[in-house]
């Protein structure tokens, strides 16, 4: 058991450093009001960002801590993996989050196994969304572990404990491994 939580620190550091360094080979916009026409967006409504030249995702839960609610935000059905790692990341904004909040990706995969990455981290791009913050870098990172299959859906969650409001900047869908297969 202690082996295999240590490979998984050890896969979790390898892909927050690649999503910090910007080591991508390729990547593809994803903006909210192209999603939407395409009837992607499940929760949220797409407004212009404050002080930005794009729109945005808002989503916002009137409640107490406790309340909690999983936004069901985006699905992404058919994505072809063309790198062994991937992420999506982007800029969040949020104000009045009670707890701690977190973005989640789903992975699932042909066969059925579902995966998934949280923004559950203390600091940096992959940190907790917690009380206040003006616009900052998330990432969601996911190794396929050298397994490579010619399709998965992504599902992309927001859940809040409480209270609070959350904007969210057009993604990004990247690949973390340059030659198109999985580092060592």
Known sequence: MKTSNL???????????????????ESRILTWPVLAEA???????????????????????????????????????DVVPTAGQYA?????????????????????LPDGLRCFTRTLASA?????????ADWRPFALPFDLQGNR????????????????????GPLRLVNLSPDGRSRA
């Open 149 to 168: 299959p010619p399709r998965v859906r992504l599902e992309i969650n927001l859940v809040l404990p409480g209270g609070g409001e959350v904007e969210i």
């Open 88 to 108: 999506i990341e982007g800029q969040i904004r949020y104000g009045g989050i009670e707890g701690v909040a977190y973005l989640e990706m789903w992975n699932i």
């Open 39 to 77: 009837g992607q967006v499940l929760d949220g409504t797409v407004v212009p960002a404050a002080g930005q030249p794009w729109q945005c995702l808002y989503l916002s839960q009137v409640g107490k801590l406790g309340t909690t609610r999983t936004f069901n935000i985006l699905v992404l059905d």
């Open 7 to 25: 490979t998984l620190v050890s896969l979790i550091v390898l892909l927050v450093s690649l999503v910090a360094t910007g080591e991508h080979q």
């Open 124 to 132: 940096g791009p992959m940190s907790a969304i917690t009380g206040t």
